[in-house]
């Protein structure tokens, strides 16, 4: 039932290791994308996917792959991970340009 | 390049208090506007939006106003209680883009 669902809900791991965050809409939606809340509390655009095609990559490091298989699902592949990871990934899904959003409970990722 | 500011960063209200958190942003050109709240350790859930041709939107106690012209949205809240405590974040979403950029919330205490 759950509209947007995003797995782990938590994530704790070492620096160095690779790790993926999946992420699956029902909503039918034709747009998705990852966000990161740092410790602040501020939520920033990594990057969204419009049809499985890349539409936005807000200068992310390019250890961050985003994978969209299809139009439900759109996840997130992190290489070598760093401490400055650390922070919670959020996923989230709308109809089209001008609809809102939808968001995924989020993974608290945590790098040790 | 769309800038979103929320005043005030944080608030308690003795519960029934009726409230405006305010929201201010830098670029006219708006689809919409979406007003969510965010529950400590928890995902957002989206609680109103505003289409940029209205001027309102109003679910329940919640009504959310929007004037583009000035850059500015404010969210009231009638006769709070304690179940409203989190913080509520503002997203713009500007045109031609495929992303919100948000603003950096206003906490809200309600205290019984």
């Known amino acids: 039932d759950t509209a947007v669902s995003q797995t782990p809900k938590y994530l704790v791991t070492q620096m160095g290791n690779d790790k993926s965050i999946k992420c699956e809409q029902n909503l039918g939606h034709d747009t998705m994308y990852w966000y990161k809340q740092d410790s602040k509390k501020f939520l920033k655009i990594m990057f969204s996917?419009?049809?499985?095609?890349?539409?936005i990559n807000e200068t992310v490091p390019n250890r961050f792959s985003p994978k969209s298989p299809d139009k439900a699902h759109l996840n997130l592949h992190i290489n070598s991970l760093e401490l400055g990871d650390s922070a919670v990934y959020f996923c989230?899904?709308?109809?089209?340009?001008?609809?809102?959003?939808?968001f995924g409970s989020g993974t608290r990722l945590t790098v040790v | 390049k769309q800038e979103v500011t929320q005043i005030p960063a944080a608030l308690s209200v003795p519960e029934g208090e009726n409230l405006v958190l305010n929201c201010s942003f830098t670029d006219s050109a708006i689809y919409n506007l979406q007003w969510f709240r965010q529950d400590p350790g928890k995902g957002l859930t989206s609680l109103l939006l505003?289409?940029?041709?209205?001027r309102e939107q109003t679910s329940g106690r919640l009504n959310a106003s929007l004037d583009k012209s000035s850059g500015r949205s404010t969210l009231y809240i009638a006769a709070s209680q304690p179940g409203d405590s989190a913080t509520y974040l503002c997203a713009v979403h500007s045109s031609g883009t495929y992303k919100y950029i948000f603003g950096t919330g206003t906490r809200l205490k309600v205290l019984a």
């Open positions: 989230a899904s709308s109809q089209d340009l001008g609809q809102g959003y939808t």
């Open positions: 505003i289409q940029s041709s209205q």
């Open positions: 996917y419009n049809n499985k095609e890349l539409i």
